[in-house]
């Protein structure tokens, strides 16, 4: 900690927070909002906003004298309602405190993309924070794209068979990437007609220049036959990058549910699930998916990152386990993650997918509902699931909202992360490792994924094959410790 008297620390703070909250009740809500103290249980807060702030202060050092370490708090819980606050960030850095990367800056700028099926063709509408809107009108995607999106998909798939275990080559890789672009370049054009992308560079300029970057939030549900597309994949031929590889906008899918959140914790915890069995027919005995090989895979990763890191596994694969391993953790103290690696299919005449789990006598089919009844705990809840199984996130033509991922969403997990392809060996290594150590520095869960796009992409076609299903804005799931 820098050497400086309580008293000077005492008066910075409390320039801090009467500087960023705008009125007495703003500063009470956001940060009992947040994590920090009711401040009305112990002030009179219809005091001016500067009175209320001096008075917190006082408090805080008074019940921990020696170590700030309740100052801290309440300062990182002011941070969390009013992220990027130069203030607050210099009171924390005065007294030693490490600011975790997702505080640090300014929240990330939304604009919502809505795309409607109106007979033949679609229309896109952008809105923004401010609720402006633009509109356009785009045309089915053309046989060309189709046949193409086919291909990519068998590409996919060979890569996580036949070249299971192996960096593709160099070569592969140039094709690969060439695929991508074009695919990329249709897949913008479809999102963008004119007047909505000149509206998206509008709103980009000015996340840029509030020192934040803008997050695109897709929502396909009025346009069912849709839904299966990899929208992952846009091409912004202006800044000649895809979307979901930049730092400055990114792209995950919408699902209109109400976000609950809790607060991020001081380590990440992941509970997994292994099971294996055969993907066409529940009920089948297991068959040869390397589970346990990617479950050593994704423990060494974790390993690597940190060990800090707790970890629990039902080995078992089976539901009974699932429960007892999610009563294990007390309310308040629950796991950050569940990470599934097995299979995932879907029943195209109920019109939505499944898990596979182990069951008496071989494999058993668990919905999106079954399990989100497992998971969601008062408390508990984990703030972000992980579907390493090849159909996480397929959805049924005319149901976008039917696939594992959205249903989950759609019961109240915050954020779901599902594959929409097969995913290689390496590439499933190298997406746990930069993920997991991305989350556990403090990192969002959006930004996270991009960093891990950008470490797949150097070698893998499968940094599209991740998709982000969520409710809400940006979040993260751990707060180092100072």
Same mark, same amino acid.
């Given at each position: 900690?820098?050497?400086?008297?309580?008293?000077?620390?005492?008066?910075?703070?409390?320039?801090? +927070?009467?500087?960023? %909250?705008?009125?007495?009740?703003? &500063?009470?809500?956001?940060?009992?909002?947040?994590?920090?103290?009711?401040?009305?249980?112990?002030? #009179?807060?219809?005091?001016?906003?500067?009175? +209320?702030?001096?008075?917190?202060? =006082?408090?805080?050092?008074? +019940?921990?004298?020696?170590?700030?370490?309740?100052?801290?708090?309440?300062?990182?819980?002011?941070?969390?309602?009013?992220?990027?606050?130069? !203030?607050?960030?210099?009171?924390?850095?005065?007294?030693?405190? @490490?600011?975790?990367?997702?505080?640090?800056?300014?929240? !990330?700028? *939304?604009?919502? &993309?809505?795309? &409607?099926?109106?007979?033949?063709?679609?229309?896109?509408?952008?809105?923004? !924070?401010?609720?402006?809107?633009?509109?356009?009108?785009?045309?089915? %995607?053309?046989?060309?794209?189709?046949?193409?999106?086919? =291909?990519?998909?068998?590409?996919?798939?060979?890569?996580?068979?036949?070249? =299971?275990?192996?960096?593709?080559?160099?070569? #592969?890789?140039?094709?690969? @990437?060439?695929?991508? @672009?074009?695919?990329?370049?249709?897949?913008?054009?479809?999102?963008?007609?004119?007047? *909505?992308?000149?509206?998206?560079?509008?709103?980009?300029?000015?996340?840029?220049?509030?020192?934040?970057?803008?997050?695109?939030?897709?929502?396909?549900?009025?346009?069912?036959?849709?839904?299966?597309?990899?929208?992952?994949?846009?091409?912004?031929?202006?800044? =000649?990058?895809?979307?979901?590889?930049?730092?400055?906008?990114?792209l995950c899918r919408e699902v209109d549910a109400v976000l609950t959140l809790l607060q991020p914790k001081r380590e990440l915890r992941i509970l997994g699930l292994v099971a294996a069995g055969d993907i066409t027919t529940p009920g089948a005995p297991d068959d040869a998916l390397e589970v346990d090989r990617e479950r050593d895979l994704i423990q060494t990763a974790l390993r690597d990152v940190s060990p800090a890191v707790q970890q629990g596994w039902c080995l078992g694969g089976t539901l009974t386990e699932l429960r007892r391993m999610m009563r294990a953790r007390a309310p308040g103290d629950g796991w950050s993650v569940f990470h599934f690696i097995g299979h995932g299919g879907f029943d195209e005449e109920a019109g939505e997918g499944y898990l596979l789990l182990r069951g008496a006598g071989g494999t058993v089919p668990v919905t999106a509902d079954r399990l989100a009844d497992i998971l969601l705990t008062p408390g508990g809840t984990p703030q972000l699931?992980?579907?390493?199984?090849?159909?996480?996130?397929?959805?049924?033509?005319? @149901?976008?909202?039917?696939?594992?991922?959205?249903? +989950?969403?759609?019961?109240?997990?915050?954020?779901?992360?599902?594959?929409?392809?097969?995913? $290689?060996?390496?590439?499933?290594? $190298?997406?746990?490792? #930069?993920?997991?150590?991305?989350?556990?520095?403090?990192?969002?869960?959006?930004?996270?994924?991009?960093?891990?796009?950008?470490?797949? $992409?150097?070698?893998?076609? !499968?940094?599209?094959?991740?998709?982000?299903?969520?409710?809400?804005?940006?979040?993260?799931? *751990?707060?180092?410790?100072?």
């Amino acid at each position: 900690m820098p050497d400086l008297g309580h008293t000077t620390l005492q008066a910075q703070a409390t320039e801090a +927070l009467w500087r960023t %909250f705008g009125t007495a009740q703003d &500063l009470h809500d956001g940060i009992r909002d947040h994590g920090g103290p009711d401040l009305a249980e112990e002030h #009179n807060i219809h005091t001016g906003t500067r009175e +209320l702030a001096a008075a917190a202060v =006082r408090s805080a050092m008074d +019940l921990d004298p020696s170590g700030l370490s309740r100052l801290r708090d309440l300062l990182l819980a002011a941070l969390r309602a009013r992220r990027g606050s130069p !203030e607050l960030r210099a009171a924390l850095e005065a007294m030693g405190v @490490k600011v975790p990367p997702h505080l640090a800056s300014p929240p !990330e700028k *939304v604009l919502h &993309l809505r795309v &409607l099926e109106v007979g033949n063709r679609f229309e896109i509408q952008a809105i923004n !924070e401010a609720r402006e809107i633009r509109e356009g009108e785009s045309r089915r %995607f053309a046989p060309e794209f189709i046949t193409s999106l086919a =291909r990519l998909k068998e590409v996919l798939a060979v890569s996580s068979t036949t070249n =299971r275990g192996t960096v593709f080559q160099a070569g #592969n890789r140039r094709f690969d @990437k060439a695929m991508l @672009k074009e695919l990329g370049d249709d897949v913008f054009e479809f999102l963008m007609p004119p007047e *909505v992308n000149r509206f998206f560079l509008d709103n980009l300029e000015k996340a840029l220049n509030a020192n934040t970057s803008l997050q695109v939030m897709l929502d396909v549900e009025r346009a069912p036959s849709l839904a299966h597309i990899p929208w992952e994949l846009a091409f912004d031929p202006r800044r =000649r990058g895809h979307l979901c590889l930049g730092n400055e906008a990114s792209l995950c899918r919408e699902v209109d549910a109400v976000l609950t959140l809790l607060q991020p914790k001081r380590e990440l915890r992941i509970l997994g699930l292994v099971a294996a069995g055969d993907i066409t027919t529940p009920g089948a005995p297991d068959d040869a998916l390397e589970v346990d090989r990617e479950r050593d895979l994704i423990q060494t990763a974790l390993r690597d990152v940190s060990p800090a890191v707790q970890q629990g596994w039902c080995l078992g694969g089976t539901l009974t386990e699932l429960r007892r391993m999610m009563r294990a953790r007390a309310p308040g103290d629950g796991w950050s993650v569940f990470h599934f690696i097995g299979h995932g299919g879907f029943d195209e005449e109920a019109g939505e997918g499944y898990l596979l789990l182990r069951g008496a006598g071989g494999t058993v089919p668990v919905t999106a509902d079954r399990l989100a009844d497992i998971l969601l705990t008062p408390g508990g809840t984990p703030q972000l699931v992980v579907l390493n199984c090849c159909s996480g996130g397929t959805t049924a033509q005319g @149901k976008p909202f039917s696939s594992v991922a959205a249903t +989950l969403v759609l019961r109240g997990i915050p954020a779901v992360i599902a594959m929409q392809f097969p995913v $290689s060996e390496p590439a499933a290594l $190298s997406f746990s490792r #930069n993920f997991y150590e991305a989350i556990s520095e403090g990192m969002s869960v959006q930004r996270a994924l991009t960093q891990t796009r950008q470490a797949l $992409s150097d070698d893998f076609p !499968e940094w599209v094959t991740p998709a982000l299903f969520t409710s809400g804005g940006d979040f993260a799931l *751990v707060e180092p410790p100072a």
